[in-house]
């Protein structure tokens, strides 16, 4: 069975205090790993796709990395505004479209 | 260009009662994704749409729940004789096609059922 686990479930940061959300993940054949930013009261908006091992992808002070196993959200000098909670989700290669969900990491950021 | 709205944004029902929950996706994507997601859980999916196909079905907690979709546009969740444990916030998500990765997400409808 696809399994993801997102840790840790919460995080508390000061602000400029960089860190890091794990993804890991157990599936049969990874198609592709996505980051999502979820704010209270909406809905969830895309962040990155990672394909690969080795792959990073970056956007302002958030950069996605993978591994065959885990993925990394990593945060550098996090901002009050980058409070959110962060999904994660997993396709799996020549099965179903629809992605797997981790039950996500809620990030507050102090100033 | 606007973005997948859903409505209500929130639903009050008593128990027993039918719900009806509405998606407009993004103009011109085919495929359209029902989820739950519940206090403290991750995303369970429920249902997607190819064009009016369902596909996948086999996300649908129990056969009070069910979806369909006209036109290829606007989808609709029915909730018949619901309960408490229905209550949840129901997201939508649309993309350009099955297997694009990048969805596009709802606010979602929050349901409360009394």
């Known amino acids: 069975e696809d399994q993801v686990t997102q840790s840790p479930e919460a995080l508390r940061l000061q602000e400029g205090e960089s860190s890091s959300l794990n993804c890991s993940y157990t599936v049969s054949g990874l198609r592709g790993l996505f980051w999502y930013r979820q704010d209270p009261g909406k809905g969830p908006e895309f962040l990155f796709t990672l394909y690969s091992a080795g792959e990073e992808k970056e956007k302002e002070r958030l950069k996605a990395t993978l591994t065959k196993k885990e993925s990394f959200l990593h945060i550098t000098a996090p901002k009050p505004e980058d409070s959110a909670t962060y999904l994660c989700?997993?396709?799996?290669?020549?099965?179903?479209?629809?992605?797997?969900f981790g039950r996500g990491t809620s990030l507050i950021v102090h100033p | 260009g606007a973005g997948v709205s859903q409505s209500p944004s929130n639903k009050v029902t008593e128990k027993g009662k039918d719900v009806e929950l509405r998606c407009d996706p993004i103009s011109g994507h085919t495929a359209l994704y029902w989820y739950r997601q519940s206090l403290g859980q991750g995303l369970e999916f429920l249902i997607y749409f190819q064009g009016n196909s369902a596909p996948d079905k086999s996300g649908l907690p129990s056969d009070r729940f069910s979806a369909e979709r006209t036109g290829g546009s606007v989808s609709t969740l029915t909730i018949q004789r619901t309960q408490q444990e229905d209550s949840a916030v129901y997201l939508c998500?649309?993309?350009?096609?099955?297997?694009?990765?990048?969805?596009?997400f709802g606010p979602g409808t929050r349901l409360l059922v009394l």
């Open positions: 998500a649309s993309s350009r096609a099955t297997g694009e990765e990048t969805q596009y």
């Open positions: 989700a997993v396709q799996v290669r020549g099965g179903s479209y629809i992605p797997t």
